[in-house]
């Protein structure tokens, strides 16, 4: 599977992004997908993740009620949605391919690019 994130970007504290992860090659609806973000001189941390079959969802605690995590198995891409966006949310944002849903990076088999996302105060 390869995937390619897209949809960072400069934002205001408060403001919406909408990120993409697009895939190709292998069957993508068999596969269940993360997002994690690193920010500099931090490690990787756990965003978000959803399901093969979108039924089930994981949030880190700290984007609970403001981010949302969806997929479009016909169009092969899954989406982060983020609202009230917080200068603690900067970081390069990795979309990640796995067998099963899970908070760990090593989950994952499978990583997109990254893509930027950078929210001023």
């Known amino acids: 599977v390869q995937l390619q994130a897209s949809g960072g970007g400069l934002v205001q504290a408060g403001g919406s992004l909408r990120l993409s992860c697009a895939a190709s090659?292998?069957?993508?609806?068999?596969?269940?997908v993360g997002w994690f973000r690193q920010a500099l001189g931090k490690e990787r941390e756990f965003v978000a993740a959803i399901s093969w079959g979108s039924s089930s969802t994981t949030y880190a605690d700290s984007v609970k009620g403001r981010f949302t995590i969806s997929r479009d198995n016909a169009k092969n891409t899954v989406y982060l949605q983020m609202n009230s966006l917080k200068p603690e949310d900067t970081a390069v944002y990795y979309c990640?391919?796995?067998?099963?849903?899970?908070?760990?990076?090593?989950?994952?088999?499978?990583w997109g690019q990254g893509t930027q996302v950078t929210v001023s105060s």
């Open positions: 090659g292998r069957t993508f609806s068999n596969y269940a």
């Open positions: 990640a391919a796995g067998p099963y849903r899970g908070t760990y990076y090593r989950t994952y088999d499978y």
